[in-house]
Every structure is written in structure tokens, then in C-alpha cells.
């Protein structure tokens, strides 16, 4: 079974920018949730899909956005990017909503911004 | 908010040696209670996990304890290898994800 694949690896940006990241999860897991990983704050969530609506979302500011596809693929969109948003973004799926499910974590996408 | 503390941050062991990160969570709520380890330019993969009914769960030479009363689960690592070198998460939760802060274990020759 293939795992979760997260595209691009690596992205450079500048400030005020967009930026668009997508993530496949494992076939037939429905949950995908995003994570803002930096050396400082650690792994900090973003927000969780279930079924194409957000169920969850951390504390991040508007800039940050999501969505889901009728396939459970998901993207996730950073718009007037920040020299702070550089971070690794990692995507992570697993098969039902809720906390108690195991979560599946792509390799993520590198993204600076300069 | 909720809180979640993992100690140590860093972990250096000889080889052949048992390593324990302790991780500590406020939210009493919290029912799942997962470790996940960490390669460089990887992302986070589990590696054991534990429900809030059992206190103890084992998977060969990874083990996870569990105290409920005392809002703490520790992952206890035995004959440490090299490849065990990673940083590991404790990720506890109900509805809420917060992850620790990591602990980069090194694993001496």
C-alpha cells in the first residue's frame, strides 16, 4: 500500500507570495491533518479534514487554508507569505476521524521563503 | 490550553543500553496516547501506541507505560541500536493535537 505523498519536496518562495501544497493520503483513509514543523515551535497543528469539511484547526492566522477532494487528496494554501512561514509542512492521514486513530505521516514539503 | 511536556529534550545512551523519554500532558480528556520517531528528512512515523483502558503495551524491544492518575506515559526503549538514533514525539490527545517537543536520542558505540 502506498504511503502518503506529499508534493513538492522543496519549494522556495518570496515574501507576499502564495504557496499551494498537496498531499495524497493512503488509500481508503478519509482524515487528512496538517502540520507546521519549524526548529523553534516544533510540530504545530494546522488543521484536519474529514469527508471534505474541517473538523479541527490549530492557531494559525487566516493566512493559512485548506481543503479537501471528494478523493480525500488534500491541499493546503499560505497566501502573503512571511519569512516566518518557512517550515517544514508535514501531512499526515489516517482512516477515521477523531483522536484515537493512528495518523500516517508523509516526508513533507520543505518551504522557504527568502 | 492543554499542555504537553516531554523530558528529556536530549538523550545519549551507550549502545546495548535502555532509554525512557517521559512525556507529561494536562488534558484529562486525553484517551490516545501515541510515540512517533523521527528521522532526519523523514516524516514522523509511529512506533507504538497505547488507549487510555491498558497501562502497558510491548512490541519486541519498544514498550509504552501508561498512568492515567498521574497525566504521564513514558516510552522505554531496551538494547539500544544504532538506527534507534532519531528525535521521538509523544503526541497525546482526545480531540486536540498537540505533539512534545521531541527528544533526539543518540545512541553511543
Known amino acids: 500500500k502506498a504511503g502518503v505523498t506529499q508534493t513538492p519536496r522543496y519549494l522556495i518562495k518570496t515574501r507576499g507570495q502564495q504557496v499551494t501544497l498537496s498531499c495524497s493520503p493512503i488509500s481508503g483513509h478519509r482524515s487528512v491533518s496538517w502540520y507546521q514543523q519549524t526548529p523553534g515551535q516544533g510540530l504545530q497543528f494546522l488543521f484536519e479534514y474529514f469527508s471534505e469539511t474541517q473538523r479541527n484547526k490549530g492557531n494559525f492566522p487566516g493566512r493559512f487554508s485548506g481543503r479537501q477532494f471528494s478523493n480525500s487528496r488534500s491541499e493546503m494554501n499560505v497566501s502573503t507569505l512571511e519569512l516566518g512561514d518557512s517550515a517544514l509542512y508535514l501531512c499526515a492521514s489516517s482512516s477515521g476521524q477523531g483522536g484515537n486513530q493512528p495518523q500516517h505521516f508523509g516526508d513533507g514539503t520543505r518551504l522557504s521563503i527568502l | 490550553g492543554e499542555n504537553v511536556e516531554q523530558h528529556p529534550s536530549t538523550l545519549s545512551v551507550q549502545e546495548g543500553d535502555s532509554a525512557v523519554i517521559k512525556c507529561t500532558y494536562s488534558?484529562?480528556?486525553?484517551?490516545?496516547f501515541p510515540w512517533y520517531k523521527q528521522e532526519l528528512g523523514k516524516g514522523p512515523q509511529l512506533i507504538i501506541d497505547i488507549r487510555s483502558n491498558v497501562g502497558e503495551k510491548k512490541d519486541q524491544r519498544i514498550a509504552v507505560t501508561l498512568n492515567k492518575t498521574a497525566k504521564h506515559f513514558s516510552l522505554h526503549i531496551t538494547e539500544t541500536q544504532p538506527e534507534d538514533s532519531a528525535v521521538y514525539f509523544c503526541a497525546p490527545r482526545d480531540d486536540k493535537i498537540i505533539f512534545g517537543k521531541g527528544t533526539r536520542l543518540h545512541i553511543l558505540p
Open positions: 488534558d484529562s480528556a486525553s484517551n490516545y
